[in-house]
C-alpha cells in the first residue's frame, strides 16, 4: 500500500497563479522527496527535504514538512504552462533498504 | 552520460508469451527498482536490488522474476503474460543514499 498520498488529485489553475499540493504518510521517514512527471515520461526528482527541515528552496519550488502531522507541501510560484505535469512525493522510510514509497500523485494544468 | 536507459520501448504480447525487460545504468548505482504505473495507481514497486546479485519483492511481485547479475543491469521477466499485466513499466536508480531516484523513460507494454 502507498505511504505518501497527495492532495488533490487534480489542480487547474491559471498562468501566474501559486500551485499548492500536499503529501501525507503513515510512518516515520528519514527524508521526502518530490518528483514530477511529464505525460509518457519517467519522473524526475524536484526536491528533496530531510526529517529534521522544515522547509526548503529551490528556484520556484518551495517545500514544506511538518513531521508532527506527517505532511509535506510543494508549492510552486509563479505558475507556468511547462509546469503541467503530475507530481509525486515518496517518503523514505527510516529503516534500512526500505525503497522508497511513491504516492499516487497530483495532476496540475496550467492554463496559458 | 546516458543515465537510465530501459529497451524495449513499446511491446505488444499475446496472452502466455514471455519476455523479458532490460534495464541498463551507467552511474555505478547500487539500487535499482521495478515498477508498473496504471491509470489511477500511480507507482507500484514491483521487485528491486540493493546491490549486484540481490533481489527482492516489492508491493506487486506476482507474475514477475528480476536478476541484476551485472550491477548496471536490472532485468525484469514475464514468464506468462496476462492482460492484467498491460501497463507502463518504469526503472529507476540511485546511488547509496538513495536521495535522488534516477528513471527511465518507460516501457509500454499491452497484452491481449
Known amino acids: 500500500s502507498q505511504q505518501g498520498e497527495e492532495d488533490p488529485q487534480a489542480l487547474s489553475i491559471q498562468e501566474g497563479e501559486n500551485a499548492t499540493m500536499n503529501c501525507s504518510y503513515k510512518?516515520?521517514?528519514?527524508?521526502l522527496q518530490w518528483y514530477r512527471q511529464n505525460s509518457g515520461r519517467g519522473l524526475v526528482h524536484l526536491i528533496l527535504?530531510?526529517?529534521?527541515?522544515r522547509e526548503k528552496h529551490s528556484g520556484r519550488l518551495r517545500v514544506t514538512l511538518d513531521t508532527s502531522k506527517k505532511s509535506s507541501s510543494l508549492l510552486i510560484t509563479a505558475s507556468r504552462a511547462a509546469d503541467t505535469a503530475s507530481y509525486f512525493c515518496?517518503?523514505?522510510?527510516?529503516?534500512?533498504?526500505?525503497?522508497?514509497?511513491f504516492g499516487k500523485g497530483t495532476r496540475l494544468s496550467v492554463i496559458a | 552520460n546516458a543515465g537510465v536507459t530501459q529497451t524495449p520501448k513499446f511491446r505488444v504480447l499475446k496472452t502466455g508469451q514471455s519476455m523479458t525487460l532490460l534495464c541498463a545504468q551507467d552511474?555505478?548505482?547500487?539500487?535499482m527498482y521495478w515498477y508498473r504505473q496504471d491509470p489511477g495507481m500511480g507507482l507500484r514497486l514491483i521487485h528491486y536490488s540493493v546491490g549486484e546479485g540481490t533481489t527482492a519483492k516489492g508491493e506487486v511481485p506476482d507474475g514477475y522474476n528480476v536478476s541484476r547479475l551485472k550491477k548496471q543491469n536490472f532485468l525484469l521477466g514475464l514468464e506468462s503474460a496476462a492482460p492484467s499485466q498491460t501497463s507502463v513499466y518504469f526503472c529507476a536508480s540511485a546511488g547509496t543514499g538513495r536521495e535522488k531516484l534516477f528513471f527511465g523513460s518507460g516501457t509500454q507494454l499491452s497484452v491481449l
Open positions: 527535504i530531510r526529517s529534521n527541515e
Open positions: 515518496a517518503t523514505d522510510a527510516n529503516r534500512g533498504n526500505t525503497p522508497l514509497v
Open positions: 552511474m555505478n548505482h547500487e539500487y
Open positions: 510512518t516515520s521517514i528519514n527524508n
